[in-house]
Structures are given as structure tokens and as C-alpha cells.
């Protein structure tokens, strides 16, 4: 009898050139360098090329022809969760499309199911602009370089993270011979969970409830009591603090610098080192600290984002990823089969 691998922990499927997580150290490495070397030095378009070993990336005029395609998606932007609307967006592209469209695709649906959800017109992209501001741009109807940098470091920050659930989803599909665009939208449907990419918006809401930070070590004792989760806290491989978590912390601290003041910064620094103990308090076993979404909340709030759009956005970012895995599992993989156990009995 075979040993079962539940939720396929510890099990390698595939080599990767893309990106590195080591869980023990708190370290994440993409295409050969570090997150913290990477996200708010290089543009999402540099750090997209590197992921598919070509010279430059252009999403501009990808982004027109994207956008010219809104009015062929029927009700998919009417649909009142964003996530359900990027993916019904995404599955009605070409399946002929490559990376560059489907990338630029994904921000273009998502900034005009945002603008549709709030009763205002989509705005067409400016084909000039980088990659965020101009996301940005269609969100807000206007984008400051010191936001729109703010965002391009998240994108960045997101891009990929090896064999997470939303990459395996692309890579099983692409192991088919299927088409990117289905890869893509399959990759969506997996985001979507809230073990996944769904909790930012709800770190937020922590930090409403908890209000100030002579508060946080109360209620958060009184969630751990009835059961409930801490949002932002704790990560299925990292051991210790998720090291995307301080890379966007910093993201926050350049805007406060450059005069964009987040009241939350400092509310979710608190809850954070008081979360962080009391949970190693209640877990000794466990390593419970901050993860990517702790302070993705705090950014994006920060940069203006309804919460409506924070996991959308992390698949606006991650596309780039899903699309480099696709390609890399093309080349190098074979269709991924893995077994099961039959555990019904037999009738006599």
C-alpha cells in the first residue's frame, strides 16, 4: 500500500527555472533573485520578461485590444463578485492569445469590473503607460507615480510562488496540451478560495474591529476562543514571516514618505506583534506569523483600492506567473496523473 500524500504536501512534480520558496528561512527567490531585491526596483513588465525569457514586455497595446473585447463579454463584468467576473471575463478570450494579451487581459477586466461595480464607465487604457499605473488609472480615473509604483511593487511582490494552488491548477490544465487561455482561467477559479488568495479584504476588516492598538490582545483572544481565524496570520510553507509581508510593509512606509499617510500602518504593526504572540502562546507547535495578505490589505487600502478588487489584483499580478508555468510545463513537463484510493466496499 502506498503512503498518501494528503493536499500532495512534500511531493515534487516538476523542476522550475521560476521561482524558489524556502519555508524554513522565510525566503522567496524569482528567477534567480530575491523578492526584496525585486519588488519596488523592478517594473512588473522587467520581472514578466525575465519569467518568459524574453528582452522586453509590452502590455500597452495589449491592453487596448483587451479592452476593446469588453463589449463582447455579455454579462461576465455585470456578475457581483470579482473573482467569479475575472474568470468569466477570461475564459471568453481567444484560446490563440499568448502571455502578453492574457496579462494585460487580466488588468484590463479587472479595473473595468471595478469601475462597473461602483456605477462609473470603464476608462480605455493608455497604451503609453506602465503596466500598474495605467491599472491603477482605469480603477481611479487618475494615478500618481507614487501610487502607481506603490502597486507596481505589489504586482511584482506577487508574480509567482512556486507550486502554490493556483500555479498547480495552470499546470495540470497546460499538461493537457490545453490552451493558455484555459489554463489561465482555471488558475482564477483556484485564486478564488479563501485558503488561497481570498483573505485580504477580510484583514481589513479585523483591523476596523479592533480599532485601536491597546484593543488587539482582547478581541483577538476572543476570536482564538470562539473558534475563529486570525486573518493575515500563518502560511501553509513559511515556518516564519511570510517575507513578502515585509516587502510590502516597506511599500507603505515609501508612500508615508512621499506624503500619502495610511492610518493603518501602525494599527496593523501592532496587531501583528501582538497576534504573532498570542498565537505562539496558544500554538507552540505551530509557526503562526504575518503572510502576504496581512499587509496587502494595508497597501492596497493605502493606494486606494476598494476591497472588493484585492484578490482580483493579486490575479492581475499572478497571471504573469501562471502564464511562465504554462510555458515551462509545455516544455518540460508530461500530463500530470496522480493516483487515488479506492476505498469503497465491495458488495458481497
Known amino acids: 500500500m502506498k503512503d498518501i500524500a494528503h493536499g500532495l504536501e512534500g511531493i515534487v512534480v516538476a523542476e522550475t527555472a521560476l521561482s524558489h520558496v524556502d519555508g524554513e528561512r522565510g525566503e522567496l527567490i524569482i528567477a534567480g533573485t530575491r523578492v526584496d531585491e525585486l519588488s519596488g526596483v523592478q ?3 522587467q520581472v514578466a520578461a525575465t519569467l518568459w525569457n524574453v528582452e522586453r ?43 502578453t494579451h492574457v496579462t494585460a487581459a ?51 511582490a506577487v ?13 495540470v490544465i497546460a499538461s493537457t496540451q490545453s490552451d493558455l487561455v484555459s489554463a489561465v ?24 474591529a479592533v480599532g485601536r492598538p491597546e484593543n488587539a490582545e482582547a478581541w483577538l483572544r476572543c476570536e482564538l476562543e470562539a473558534g475563529r481565524r486570525v486573518m493575515g496570520m500563518g502560511h501553509r510553507v513559511y515556518k516564519v514571516r511570510d517575507p513578502r509581508a515585509a516587502v510590502l510593509e516597506r511599500a507603505v512606509e515609501v508612500l508615508e ?18 497576534a504573532t504572540r498570542v498565537l505562539a502562546a496558544r500554538y507552540p507547535d505551530r509557526s503562526l506569523q504575518a503572510n502576504v495578505e ?50 469503497r466496499p465491495s458488495k458481497p
Open 185 to 208: 482561467t482555471g488558475a482564477v477559479g483556484a485564486l478564488k478560495g479563501p485558503l488561497h488568495g481570498g483573505a485580504p479584504g477580510p484583514v481589513l476588516d479585523m483591523l476596523e
Open 106 to 156: 487580466g488588468g484590463v477586466f479587472a479595473a473595468a469590473w471595478s469601475r462597473k461595480r461602483a456605477g462609473l464607465a470603464p476608462i480605455a487604457p493608455d497604451p503609453k503607460l506602465p503596466h500598474a499605473t495605467d491599472v491603477l488609472r482605469m480603477v481611479k480615473g487618475e494615478a500618481t507615480d507614487t501610487l502607481a509604483a506603490a502597486l507596481d511593487a505589489y504586482l511584482v
Open 43 to 45: 517594473k512588473f513588465e
Open 257 to 274: 514618505k512621499h506624503g500619502v499617510s495610511s492610518s493603518r500602518l501602525t494599527l496593523a504593526r501592532a496587531v501583528e506583534k501582538v
Open 57 to 99: 514586455v509590452d502590455l500597452g497595446p495589449a491592453r487596448v485590444e483587451a479592452f476593446a473585447r469588453l463589449s463582447t463579454l455579455g454579462g461576465a463584468l455585470e456578475l457581483s463578485d470579482g473573482m467569479d467576473a475575472l474568470r468569466a471575463a477570461m475564459a471568453q478570450l481567444p484560446s490563440s492569445l499568448d502571455a
Open 159 to 171: 508574480i509567482d510562488h512556486g507550486m502554490n494552488a493556483s500555479t498547480f491548477t495552470a499546470r
Open 294 to 343: 496581512f499587509y496587502t490589505a494595508v497597501l492596497l487600502d493605502t493606494v486606494g483600492l476598494p476591497r472588493s478588487l484585492f484578490t482580483p489584483m493579486f490575479a492581475v499580478g499572478r497571471v504573469a506567473g501562471w502564464c511562465a508555468h504554462v510555458a515551462e510545463q509545455r516544455a518540460t513537463g508530461r500530463l500530470i496523473r496522480p493516483e487515488s484510493r479506492y476505498v
